[in-house]
């Protein structure tokens, strides 16, 4: 049974809301909330940022099942949510949006830009997202994340790793623990 567009909106709204409350749906935002439980891993060995062979293409999308079952768990019902500038000048990502406009916001930055919000309802399964979790490694598509519609953990992968927001902190010190050799070295975890 799928959902119209404006039941999808009304769904999204609805259920960002109760575990986000005034949020905005962007990793770097949400990342920048100290008061969110909050993790990041490296998509590759060494802190390298872009993958470039189908060698290291295969470590980002093994990387990123991993997390994203972690967090999301496996045929989970999720939100996709991409984010694109309101007025893109020039268009920057070459992967076009899919899912339905929900919402417009500023950023958070001093000049605070326009952000458009797309979500769609998909199903995280294994292997179904590699193009676009590629195409986030490659920075050839702008933010996008999946939030849990259960539990409203968040996978937001970016181009050189993976954030994720847990549902508390006891959930972060699992996944350190499980995924030690993925972390930053540095003081902030970045």
Known sequence: MSMSDSEAIE???REWA??????????????????LPWIRFHSLPGSKRYPEDHNEEAIVLQRARVLGKAILGGNADCWQVQCRP??????????????????????????G??????VSSITWRRNELDATLLAIADDRSGPTLWVSRKAGKIFAPYDGGFDL?????HEVARLKADHEDWLSSHPDGL
């Open 18 to 35: 109760a575990f986000y409350a005034d949020r905005k749906p962007m990793g770097w935002m949400l990342r920048q909330d100290k008061s």
């Open 165 to 169: 927001f847990p549902a508390s902190m």
């Open 86 to 111: 309101k007025e893109p000048n020039p268009p920057y990502w070459s992967v076009p949006v899919t899912g339905v406009e929900s919402s417009t916001f500023a950023d958070d930055e001093e000049d």
């Open 113 to 118: 830009g326009l952000w458009t919000a797309y």
């Open 11 to 13: 769904a999204f709204a």
